[in-house]
């Protein structure tokens, strides 16, 4: 059976497992559900743990970024081949979803007030906290997270692009070296061509205040 991942028709948490199937040549099916009219219910009951991206493969389901991301990574070079090294690519993409986790409750809250407060907080303490040190690390090992190339950096560049899109922020301009790195994923072969054939992501209208 032909390979198969689900999310959203847009970019978000399976933007990079996205990247990193086109940039080692795994054919797939990209199925996409509108993010405008979920959820759809009888969807959302059919999937393991009601939610995407869930990846298929030969019968069996997947699910959760992380593992699908490393799981479509396997037999590559984007998996270190030192136990140290992919032990460091795993804390980091784990510690990218941490500060992921700051995000979501940001725009998926619905009272005016409350996502103002989260918005102060998030622009004026998380985000700093985490580039700066995600800066610091890349920085350290020229570019990379554990030196050479691997998915942690696709990873990596999911979430930047889906903050640009959320946030309406250009995390590249304040944050050079992770600019740098998520530039370099972006024009990856496999990966470049997608971008160009895919187009620009729009913030769905649902989450989209106007502001």
């Given at each position: 059976m032909p390979k198969k991942l689900q999310y959203f028709n847009i970019g978000g948490l399976a933007e990079p497992i996205r990247y990193i199937l086109h940039y080692t040549k795994q054919d797939f099916e990209d199925y996409r559900h509108d993010i405008d009219t979920w959820p759809d219910l009888k969807i959302k009951a059919s999937l393991p743990y009601g939610q995407f991206p869930i990846y298929e493969e030969d019968g069996k389901v997947l699910t959760q970024t992380l593992?699908?991301?490393?799981?479509?990574?396997?037999?590559?070079?984007?998996?270190?081949?030192?136990?140290?090294?992919?032990?460091?690519?795993e804390s980091a993409v784990y510690t990218v979803f941490d500060y992921w986790k700051n995000v979501t409750p940001y725009f998926l809250e619905k009272d005016p007030v409350k996502k103002e407060e989260l918005k102060k907080v998030l622009f004026d303490e998380t985000i700093e906290y985490y580039f700066s040190r995600f800066s610091k690390h890349l920085s350290?090992?020229?570019?990379?997270?554990?030196g050479k190339l691997s998915w942690g950096e696709f990873v990596l560049t999911g979430v930047v692009e889906a903050s640009n899109l959320f946030l309406k922020i250009e995390l590249e301009k304040k944050y050079p070296v992770v600019g740098a790195t998520v530039e370099k994923i972006r024009n990856l072969p496999g990966v470049k061509e997608y971008i160009k054939a895919r187009g620009v992501y729009k913030l769905p209208a649902k989450f989209d205040d106007k502001k």
């Open positions: 593992a699908i991301a490393k799981y479509v990574s396997r037999d590559t070079e984007l998996i270190p081949d030192d136990a140290w090294q992919r032990a460091v690519v350290e090992n020229g570019g990379y997270f554990s």
